[in-house]
């Protein structure tokens, strides 16, 4: 089958008239309704009711005619999308992001970079940290951000993939504050007491260093889990309405802090961890694609711009 045939069909379905609809596809009668008899075919029933005149369809025409429609407009969204992704893909830089450092970090980030770069066009791909890592390894993306640490490595080759420092990110616990400012919530938690904990789903990487957070701290004592989500974002609106406390990193409370919706939930220094925000690229003798703006980005970077 044909898209042209559609095309025709739909333009037929307009029209009511064989020679009318062959005229404004600049073809002949008898082309046209050799196209018109081809879509039949491949429908394996009759489109259009011949007898009468105007040209009417038939009910599996009419069905065929709106799906026609949609095939058509879906087919020319993607020719777009292709052409456009052609002519301006060379100049946007694809990031593949975590979600909890696309909310966080990124935005900040890039705002600070801009003014030493320069112009810069970004697409963001948020993900979770696995799906990320996997855009970079499957090359569908330039650029890579994710959070390091030593108990939780990510395994790409450095015989592959090269890597800069971007900076540091503190996950740390932190509540509600009552009427004198206290959280209303804190670790650890009182002997014979209980606090509500907002968790990150398991297997999450956040979720990860919350447990290594804990294990650090001699257990999850008094901890109850009573909220669960996939990204700190969901976390923190929770902990603001005064839900429980929550780990969360540091770049995503800056507001909330300012603000006095939120309060550490422990003392400085204490049930937290600092990872290392790190940034991926594939190396360019092993890259099956580069972008040049990508590659002065890297250079700028390496040279001490982060």
């Known amino acids: ?27 002949t009668q008898s082309a046209f309704s050799r196209r018109i008899q081809s879509l039949e075919a491949w429908a394996g029933t009759d489109l259009v009711d011949r ?16 799906q026609a429609l949609d095939i058509l407009t879906a087919v020319q969204g993607a020719r777009n999308s292709a052409r456009s992704h052609q002519a301006s893909g060379q100049d946007v830089i694809d990031f593949a992001v975590p979600h909890t450092l696309a909310f966080t970090f990124f935005p900040h980030w890039l705002m600070d ?40 490595p990510l395994q790409l080759s450095p015989d592959r993939f090269e890597m800069l420092s971007l900076g540091h990110e503190t996950l740390a616990p932190y509540a509600c504050a009552d009427a004198a400012g206290r959280p209303l919530f804190r670790l650890p938690v009182p002997p014979g007491r209980s606090a509500p904990l907002l968790a990150y789903a398991e297997g999450a990487y956040m979720a990860r260093m919350v447990e290594l957070i804990l294990r650090q ?14 990204m ?10 005064g839900h429980g406390l929550a780990f969360l990193p540091a770049s995503a409370v800056r507001n909330e802090l300012r603000a006095g919706r939120l309060v550490p939930a422990a003392a400085p220094g204490s049930f937290e961890v600092t990872m290392e925000i ?17 590659e002065a980005l890297w250079e700028f970077l390496e040279a001490g711009g982060a």
């Not at 044909?2 to 095309?7: A, D, I, K, N, Y």
């Not at 999850?220 to 009573?226: I, K, N, R, T």
């Open 1 to 27: 089958m044909e898209t042209r045939w559609l095309e025709d069909f739909v333009s037929l379905a307009e029209t009511r008239s064989f020679s009318r609809s062959a005229q404004l596809r600049h073809v």
């Open 51 to 66: 007898s009468s005149y105007p040209t009417r369809l038939t009910p599996a025409g009419e069905a065929l005619h709106a």
């Open 113 to 152: 970079l801009r003014p030493r770069f320069g112009a810069l066009k970004t697409r963001l791909i948020a993900l979770n940290v696995h799906d990320a890592a996997m855009r970079l390894t499957e090359g569908a993306c330039d650029l890579l951000i994710v959070l390091h640490h030593a108990s939780q």
């Open 217 to 230: 701290a001699g257990g999850a004592s008094g901890l109850e889990a009573v909220h669960e989500a996939d």
């Open 232 to 241: 700190a974002e969901g976390l923190k609106a929770m902990a603001v309405e």
């Open 278 to 294: 790190r940034l991926y690229r594939e190396r360019p003798e092993a890259a099956r694609h580069t972008k040049p703006l990508a």
